[in-house]
């Protein structure tokens, strides 16, 4: 087919009538992502927010070891800043752990698997039947 047998004369309505339509779509599609967008906007500016969430203190003097230059990495007063640091960070834990052969239930709220059965031993089958003609020969 021929672009000429497209745009034939007798055609040209039902192109305008499809471009128009095609126009109109367009232009809805772009007004509901519009009030989308606004209407996420404002509903964002009604919410209220939360509490600032306040960072840890740091201690003054931990402060002032770690923006000490590297000539006075030897401070005492820090050295046994950082020790007392380490200290607390590689300590054992204060609850005692659970035992790690015990099995883990990733999935406590799913029903669990039905065990497999040990395996056994197969069943014997018994002996084919032969017939009376085949045991003659």
């Known amino acids: 087919m021929?672009?000429?047998?497209?745009?034939?004369?007798?055609?040209?309505?039902?192109?305008?009538?499809?471009?128009?339509?095609?126009?109109?779509?367009?232009?809805?599609?772009?007004?509901?992502?519009?009030?989308?967008?606004?209407?996420?906007?404002?509903?964002?500016?009604?919410?209220?927010?939360?509490?600032?969430?306040?960072?840890?203190?740091?201690?003054?003097?931990?402060?002032?070891?770690?923006?000490?230059?590297?000539?006075?990495?030897?401070?005492?007063?820090?050295r046994a800043l950082w020790a007392e640091q380490r200290r607390k960070f590689f300590a054992p834990p204060a609850e005692p752990v659970e035992d790690a052969t015990k099995r883990l239930d990733m999935f406590p709220s799913a029903p669990r698997a039905i065990e497999k059965p040990a395996p056994t031993a197969p069943k014997s089958s018994p002996a084919p039947k032969t017939s009376p003609a085949s045991k003659s020969e």
């Open 2 to 78: 021929k672009i000429e047998d497209w745009i034939a004369p007798e055609k040209i309505g039902f192109i305008a009538l499809g471009v128009v339509i095609g126009a109109i779509a367009l232009v809805g599609v772009e007004a509901a992502c519009d009030a989308d967008a606004a209407a996420r906007a404002q509903s964002s500016s009604i919410l209220p927010t939360g509490a600032p969430v306040e960072a840890p203190r740091i201690d003054g003097e931990l402060l002032r070891c770690a923006t000490i230059p590297i000539e006075q990495a030897d401070d005492p007063k820090c």
